[in-house]
């Protein structure tokens, strides 16, 4: 699927240059290899120069997972979106591997050591235990395939709208799987489930495209705050660690310098200057309608709007969590950068102070 967006040419560009590079790296490095074992010198060092100098403990190379190939049969006759504007990036189907094997630990300083301590998790309180999710790992996997008291969950992370999601994997007796695809809709990601093939949306949870069309995962309650409160307020959490099953660049900064412009990777159908476009805002429902407000204003002291006579919306930050209260009752809120947001909700009405 093509698109005339510059941004998006570029970024497939600058992926066909890459791949052309990479080809010539990989014959020289084979002419290489095939000198060292000529010479006697083959090393048994096997880190990649990103993973080599990275302090935490990852899969070994004999249990790393190798995906396969795959390509999902989405029954496309089904849609409540428009296809013509699903942008099929250089990516494909699990090139950002999904998790369906995530493992943790209670010595909390063994994975904290790679984490600054101001970086965000999810963080997930069951019945009988506690899970803490870094965002480190997520960005380089989208998707991890969990449990939560032996209940089947998905935890998300769509790193260009930075929107976290939450869901139940089972649905009318079926427990799905998912897995990334590389396709965007409105600059959020879409996934795809092991049962139907169907695409679903990371942002909201429901099924946009395929048989499984008209259905909507359910939306879990969690929390997003940093690592150092999580563990603080969690002693006996379980933290998930970077053995993975996969070699990833935890390390990698390059969505930093998207996160402090302005740029978008597809184009947006539906602007707003409400807000700015990188603002993080909190959506919420009430009644058959869409409310958003900036984070920012959320996490000041003292934060209230009035939308009418009998509905207040207030904000309590307690050790880096932000409650979003209606009438002093907690109440569940999607994050996500505003322009994602307007572009799927553009009937959304914003509340400022």
């Known amino acids: 699927m093509s698109s005339k967006n510059p941004i998006l040419q570029k970024y497939n560009t600058i992926a066909k240059i890459y791949n052309q590079v990479w080809l010539i790296a990989i014959i020289f490095a084979v002419g290489l290899f095939v000198m060292q074992i000529a010479t006697g010198n083959i090393s048994d060092k096997k880190d990649s120069p990103e993973t080599s100098d990275f302090e935490c403990y990852q899969t070994p190379d004999e249990e790393i997972i190798q995906l396969d190939k795959y390509e999902p049969q989405t029954n496309t006759e089904f849609s409540i979106i428009e296809y013509n ?167 990698d900064k390059s969505f930093e310098d998207y996160e402090e412009n302005k740029t978008t990777l597809s184009e947006v159908i539906n602007i707003s200057e409400e807000f700015e476009v990188k603002d993080t805002v909190y959506a919420f429902e009430l009644g058959d309608q869409i409310y958003a407000l900036n984070s920012i204003d959320a996490k000041k002291e003292d934060f209230s709007i009035k939308i009418d006579e009998k509905t207040n919306v207030s904000a309590i930050s307690e050790d880096g969590f932000t409650k979003l209260l209606i009438n002093n009752q907690e109440t569940q809120y999607i994050q996500s950068y505003w322009y994602v947001w307007h572009d799927h909700y553009p009937e959304t009405i914003t509340l400022k102070p």
């Open 85 to 251: 504007q699903i942008i099929r990036t250089k990516l494909t189907v699990n090139e950002i591997p999904p998790i369906n094997n995530p493992k943790f630990t209670q010595k909390h300083d063994e994975v904290k050591k790679c984490i600054n301590n101001e970086e965000n998790v999810i963080v997930l309180e069951g019945l009988d235990e506690t899970k803490i999710y870094p965002l480190k790992i997520l960005r380089q996997h989208l998707v991890i395939n969990d449990f939560l008291d032996d209940e089947p969950i998905l935890v998300s992370f769509c790193a260009l709208c930075n929107s976290p999601a939450v869901y139940e994997r089972n649905l009318k007796d079926k427990t799905f799987t998912f897995g990334t695809t590389g396709l965007l809709y409105r600059n959020n990601d879409l996934f795809y489930d092991d049962l139907t093939d169907s695409l679903w949306s990371q942002l909201n949870g429901k099924a946009v495209v395929g048989d499984s069309v008209g259905q909507s995962l359910t939306r879990k309650n969690f929390k997003i705050m940093s690592i150092k409160n999580a563990v603080e307020q969690y002693p006996e959490s379980k933290l998930m660690t970077f053995d993975t099953g996969f070699r990833r660049n935890y390390q």
